[in-house]
């Protein structure tokens, strides 16, 4: 009689955001198990199979979808793991800035969303910092700003808006003096 020694079985996802129409792949962290010896069996929860080490699928459709991952050594001995990967759409419609563009620091740019969308990102370009998550941003200094549509991490449209910087009012007054006479 041969007994099997358990082999232990692990995948994981190379992308933390699964978007539709993007291919997915799925890693084998331990590197024991790919090569000779062992034979893998993907079934991606649609209806779509590979017998790939590590393979890389593209789903159509948004949902959450169990990922079976089988793995047979020489002998026979198997294990099986299975993992939920949830698959989102982008987001879809339109951004739309109300008012003029550029606006001047100080003012509060407002934005029409048509659509499909779970978050609004505001990006300030320069140092590629986030500045808000909502339709509305009151922007304390000039720069260049994108408005980013997000839906389960996957991203979509982008608005570009010009903020100015106030400009700053001088005078220049010669060095005389100046007296008033009264009289």
């Known amino acids: 009689i041969y007994c099997c020694s ?3 079985v692990n995948a994981d996802l190379s992308a933390d955001t699964v978007c539709i129409g993007d291919a997915t792949c799925f890693d084998v962290p331990d590197n024991a198990m790919i090569g000779a010896g062992f034979t893998h069996q993907w079934n991606f929860g649609d209806g779509d199979m590979s017998n790939g080490d590590e393979p890389c699928h593209v789903y159509a459709e948004a949902g959450t979808y169990d990922v079976t991952h089988i793995v047979v050594d020489s002998t026979g001995c198997s294990d099986t793991l299975t993992l939920s990967v949830v ?11 109300l008012g003029c563009n550029p606006h001047c620091e100080g003012d509060s740019v407002y934005l029409v969303v048509n659509g499909t969308y779970d978050a609004i990102t505001w990006i300030e370009l320069t140092d590629s910092v986030v500045v808000g998550t909502s339709d509305t941003l009151i922007v304390t200094g000039g720069g260049v700003f994108n408005a980013v549509l997000t839906n389960g ?13 106030q400009p700053l009012a001088e005078v220049d007054l010669p060095d005389t003096m100046v007296c008033s006479i009264n009289g």
Not at 153 to 165: F, M, P, Q, V, W
């Open 6 to 8: 358990p082999c232990s």
């Open 87 to 97: 698959v989102s759409d982008y987001p879809s419609g339109s951004i739309e800035l």
């Open 153 to 165: 991490g996957c991203t979509g449209d982008c608005l570009a808006i010009t903020i100015s910087s």
